[in-house]
């Protein structure tokens, strides 16, 4: 098993099994900055913030839009539970593209009213929708 | 004895309102095949998230967070989820009874209404706070966020101390339990599991980090733990409800089935009652021109 390098991955969603296979390689974004996953990774519980997640697999990549939720790290296994999360098939271009100016405008003509953590996380959301569409 | 018109009209009516039953109770199994499915499909995801939380927990005995103890002054919010309609046999009453027959002091509750028969029943009562009603229809994931940064939101500022759901927990098709949970301040034990008991296999595992620091990924995840419990909380009701709905309107049915018996019979009767007086008078009207 020395050349195996493939862990297992997991990503759950509320209301269906998102993903189950086998991967080399996961990237994604935590609130502590964006991390790469091999096997043999040490145990970490990290949250999810919005990005780009890229699963490596034996046949080729995977892209996906995830947005919220965390994941459980564990040596030969990783689950991700992911409250929001979409395949590039899923996703809306008009919408995304509308939520990214929306949010940008919000972001600009600031107010003290404005929330601009939740302006931003809409900002940071849209483009990962669409960058991963691209 | 009733007229053979009252009998006959009695009767059709209590047909009409057996197919009606008859239709309902078909509505309901289907409706029930999928809620079903669904409950089963994001089953998967609690058990995860409670594992997650509660080994998280273990690990960090002595915090002193403020998702773990409860404000001393305030109110208690019971998130009440019910359905929006009726017709669904003891479902709705049970859900309400725990509240009304419950430990939970009258003047000091604040009530999240998730369903309009509960909100119904409770509102003379209690006060309600808030009624997501629509939300019951169709429970989508985003909803239960929503519910939850409201309570939280009420909760981080004083305004409630504890946060309690009642809802129906769904165990199969005929087994439905009336549960009242507590969700904040989170109390992790093993019969808190939402669905049978998770199995904490941590124990044989290396030690988990955590990133970031222990308190933040609480403040981070005891949300999404309180929204995933609200949610499955809403999908088990939805499953009962139309459980509970199918027997409800399955025994209707098989009692309207019943009474047009008894009433065919009755109807027999009086018809051949009739048919007798009727020879007899004109046996006797023959007999007295004869």
């Known amino acids: ?134 | 004895m009733a007229s053979m018109r009252d009998i006959k009209r009695r009767k059709g009516s209590i047909q009409s309102t057996q197919q009606i039953t008859k239709a309902m109770k078909l509505v309901s199994t289907v409706k029930l095949q999928r809620a079903k499915q669904n409950a089963e499909k994001s089953g998967n995801y609690f058990h995860c998230m409670y594992d997650t939380v509660s080994s998280i927990l273990k690990r960090t005995k002595n915090l002193d967070h403020k998702y773990l103890k409860s404000g001393e002054a305030g109110k208690k919010a019971v998130i009440v989820i019910t359905s929006n309609r009726g017709l669904a046999g003891g479902y709705n009453s049970n859900v309400v009874k725990l509240i009304t027959r419950g430990e939970l002091a009258e003047e000091d509750l604040a009530v999240y209404a998730i369903g309009k028969k509960g909100k119904e029943a409770l509102q003379r009562q209690y006060e309600i706070k808030a009624d997501y009603s629509d939300v019951i229809e169709e429970p989508a994931y985003v909803d239960a966020m929503a519910i939850c940064k409201e309570v939280l939101a009420a909760f981080s500022k004083g305004e409630i101390s504890e946060i309690y759901l009642a809802y129906t927990g769904f165990k199969n098709t005929v087994v439905h339990v009336p549960t009242l949970l507590k969700l904040l301040p989170v109390e992790i034990n093993g019969e808190e599991a939402p669905e049978g008991s998770g199995e904490n296999a941590q124990d044989g595992r290396a030690p988990m980090n955590f990133e970031p620091e222990d308190e933040e990924a609480l403040n981070l995840l005891i949300p999404k733990y309180i929204t995933s419990l609200i949610y499955g909380g809403m999908i088990e009701a939805v499953a009962s409800e139309n459980g509970a709905r199918m027997q409800a309107m399955d025994s209707a049915t098989s009692n309207a089935e019943e009474m047009i018996d008894h009433l065919t019979l009755m109807y027999n009767r009086a018809r051949q009652g009739s048919i007798t007086q009727e020879l007899t008078e004109i046996i006797a009207g023959a007999n007295a021109i004869s």
């Open chain 1, 1 to 134: 098993m020395a050349d195996n390098n493939l862990f297992t991955l997991r990503i759950i969603t509320p209301d269906r099994v998102f993903y189950e296979g086998e991967a080399s390689m996961v990237e994604f974004n935590t609130t502590e900055g964006e991390i790469g996953i091999y096997k043999q990774h040490v145990p970490t519980t990290v949250i999810i913030s919005p990005g780009i997640l890229t699963i490596t697999e034996e046949g080729g990549m995977k892209e996906a839009a995830l947005h919220a939720g965390f994941a459980e790290i564990l040596q030969d296994e990783v689950v991700i539970l992911a409250e929001i999360i979409e395949w590039p098939e899923e996703i809306d271009a008009g919408r995304a593209e509308a939520a990214k100016e929306r949010a940008e405008e919000r972001i600009r003509s600031k107010t003290p009213e404005t929330d601009i953590l939740r302006a931003e996380t809409a900002l940071q959301r849209a483009l990962a929708r669409i960058h991963v569409i691209k």
